[in-house]
């Protein structure tokens, strides 16, 4: 495999925002794109990341724009070379590129958040799994023996559980391919933008995550309009680059709606309150902020402020399932060993 076809898997949000915050503060000490691609050559060590600086510093050598570079690498997103390009036009290229890093670290730290939300409540779920499932597959049928034993049997509560479980234990092989097939499609679907989109509707739609989901959707639009703005483009521009860059569909038809609005002759602000974006503390903020000529700030601002509602909001969720998930357990192995142990006790009280 060639070095440039190694550089066709995007890079993660993480890997972006250290590329852009080195080369930032590069074009700030007043060093060229170019010697600044060398310099970061011979500080990165040996693997992908060097690969895709060698990419770019031939196309740099060969006389082509930084986007250029960018775009040839195949690993940065349409919207980073988009920007890029901007910046060089406009001869801000080093705005531009701490507007993207500070994009893609609340991006980085969003997900973040999200997987630990995740991971925690999975976790928990496979234990408890594990746990009902040594009961039902290997306890109780040891119980039933005894039952036997004794002249008894168990209650019909216990027998339709270990009925159960004798059905898991035959048809376990295929119950783990079929979670591992529905992971598989899961970890494909995030791959693709109409996997991610569909996905997002999914835990969109979902009770338990439907407001956390709002509110993400809302965070990456305001740090997307933060970036935009803040790079130099006008308002039209900045809202059809968001369009790229946010993936929720619901936001993406908000977006669409502001600019027919905006179209109609309703201005920004007005819009963004009609449309309902934002909640109407934000939305005051956004109008303080066009009569003052700060948008960009207030914008970065709202996303900063998203960012801390998100994980308050997971927090709480986490706080909530963690005794949640240990009640439904002990419940479910209490039921399930007093079952047996009651009537089990009361054959041993008769007989002494």
Known sequence: MTAAEKGKRQLSPSEISGFCAQLALIIKAGISVREGISIMIGDSSEGR????????????????TLAFALEQCGCFPKYVVDMVGIGEASGRLDEVMDSLCAYYERNEAINKSIKNAVTYPMV???????????????????????????????????????????????YSMWIV??????????????????????????TGSLPLTR????????????SAMSLML??????????????????????????????????????????????????????SMLAVGFKTGAVDTVMKKIAQRYEDEIDTHISNIISVLEPTLVAVLSIIVGMILLSV????????SSIG
């Open 49 to 64: 990341g060097k690969e895709i600086l060698h990419i770019i510093l031939s196309h740099i050598e060969e006389g082509r």
């Open 124 to 170: 928990m779920i496979a234990m408890m799994a594990v746990v009902i499932g040594v009961l039902v597959v290997k306890v109780l049928p040891i119980f039933n023996q005894v039952f036997r034993q004794l002249g008894s049997e168990m209650s019909a509560f216990s027998q339709s559980i270990m009925n159960f479980g004798a059905v898991l234990s035959r």
């Open 341 to 348: 142990m009651l009537p089990l006790m009361g054959i041993m």
């Open 230 to 283: 803040s790079s130099g483009l006008d308002t039209d521009s900045s809202l059809d680059m968001a369009g790229q860059l946010v993936e929720n569909e619901k936001t993406k038809g908000e977006i669409k709606m502001l600019k027919q609005l905006m179209e109609d002759g309703t201005s920004f602000s007005d819009a963004l309150t009609r449309i309902n974006v934002f909640s109407g503390v934000y939305a």
């Open 177 to 202: 391919a079929v979670i591992l097939i529905l992971v598989l499609i899961a970890l494909i679907l995030k791959q693709t933008k109409r996997g991610r989109a569909a996905l997002s509707r999914f």
């Open 211 to 222: 407001r956390l989901s709002a509110k993400i959707a809302a965070g990456r639009f305001a």
